[in-house]
Nanobody, 121 residues
Framework: QVQLVESGGGSVQAGGSLTLSCAAS????????MGWFRQAPGKERERVAY???????GYADSAKGRFTISQDNSKNMLYLQMNNLKPEDTAMYFC???????????????WGQGTQVTVSS
């Protein structure tokens, strides 16, 4: 079992920055791959960024150049640094994890409860 708890969401103006955090606990093997997803009202869930334990990362086109995913294995923490935020970044952001990369990219097994990010123009 894996438990994920996000924090760090909030309201910012366009151009601002936020750092989301995800505290992870439980089976390390099941957290081989971790990622951030988001979902806005009326829209499909979108994978924002992911990384795995060997250091590979990936970003959605909408996040490239603005968002950075990182982890601190010593603290069991996952982060998403978001810069130059835009109103279209407004969504509920979720931390997720899986033991398998392919499943992690599409429909991870473990999810946090989400943290809201609101960007005003």
């Amino acid at each position: 079992q894996v438990q994920l708890v996000e924090s760090g969401g909030g309201s910012v103006q366009a151009g601002g920055s936020l750092t989301l955090s995800c505290a992870a606990s439980g089976d390390t093997y099941s957290r081989y791959c971790m990622g951030w997803f988001r979902q806005a009202p009326g829209k499909e869930r979108e994978r924002v960024a992911y990384l795995n334990r060997v250091g590979s990362t990936g970003y959605a086109d909408s996040a490239k150049g603005r968002f950075t995913i990182s982890q601190d294995n010593s603290k069991n923490m996952l982060y998403l640094q978001m810069n130059n935020l835009k109103p279209e970044d407004t969504a509920m952001y979720f931390c997720a994890a899986d033991s398998a990369l392919l499943r992690c990219l599409d429909n991870p097994r473990y999810w946090g409860q989400g943290t809201q990010v609101t960007v005003s123009s």
